[in-house]
């Protein structure tokens, strides 16, 4: 029989953060994959817990994924963990997760922290429906192209951010989205823990103000309050969303929430009954 990977949460910073299951799951594996193994290594002996530590991150994932899953297939139970948060949300991990799953070994989630949903519970915008996209782009014509396309979107946006783009991602945000609230959530369950809200620009302004800015960065953007205007013919907005591979109903249903309008309406518009 082959072991079980574990895929453990870790804390975003308050170590009160991690679960019980997860402390115990530490201590009953044969090994540990990390991020880096010397930040792990101190939530580890934080914790008392001495275990063989692998190094597992994007320079060496290729490679390391078939090592481990050797290892697992004698029998050998393994975490993978990350330097914070749930592993594979922009972190290392697809590439073991996908190789266990193809050479039949179980994986298995032990849920925690993750920056994403904390800051989404706590940032005051729509939760009923969102999209995590993880980092926005480096270069300002890709965020800006990005965000372009995400405009439809009715749901609340998140994403990563480094605190050396911040500022130039609320630009590009303002450019595109202009009249969209939107809230970063910085250094989340650490010591100095806050949400800025408001527009981009405001958002913006308010740290733009600071000598500096430091920390991890959460930054969501709230769905308009208006419908934006799309002159696109319903038919060929209903082709588009079938060829994004959406059943002909669901198409309709699609392009009528975008539209402001009920399903039924569309169809009449579209048939003329």
């Known amino acids: 029989m082959p072991g079980i990977l574990y895929i453990v949460a870790t804390p975003i910073g308050n170590l009160e953060d991690i679960t019980l299951r997860a402390l115990r799951v530490l201590r009953e594996v044969d090994w540990i994959a990390c991020e880096d193994t010397r930040q792990s290594r101190k939530l580890l002996e934080h914790f008392g817990i001495s275990k063989p530590m692998l190094s597992y991150h994007d320079h060496n994932e290729s490679g390391r994924a078939a090592e481990l899953v050797g290892k697992l297939a004698t029998g050998g139970s393994g975490a993978l963990i990350s330097d914070a948060g749930t592993p594979l949300i922009s972190d290392p991990g697809y590439r073991l997760v996908e190789a266990a799953i193809a050479a039949s070994v179980p994986v298995v989630p032990i849920p925690g ?82 949400f800025l809200r408001g527009t981009a620009a405001e958002v913006h302004a308010a740290l733009a103000s600071r000598q500096s800015v430091k920390g991890e960065i959460t930054l969501l953007i709230g769905k308009s309050d208006t419908i934006e ?34 399903k039924r309406e569309v169809y009449r518009l579209m048939t003329g009954r």
């Open 113 to 194: 922290a993750s920056a994403a949903v904390s800051a989404l519970s706590a940032a005051g915008l729509p939760t009923d429906a969102f999209r995590f996209c993880g980092f926005l782009p480096p270069k300002s014509t890709q965020r800006k192209k990005l965000l372009e396309q995400l405009k439809p979107e009715t749901g609340t946006l998140i994403f990563y951010e480094t605190p050396h783009r911040i500022l130039e991602a609320l630009e590009d945000v303002t450019a595109v989205m202009a009249a969209r609230p939107v809230v970063v959530a910085r250094e989340l369950t650490k010591l100095h823990e806050e």
């Open 229 to 262: 205007a799309d002159d696109t013919p319903l038919e060929e907005a209903v082709l588009a969303a079938e060829q994004q591979g959406l059943p002909r109903m669901e198409a309709i249903k699609h392009v009528a929430k975008q539209r402001g309008l009920s």
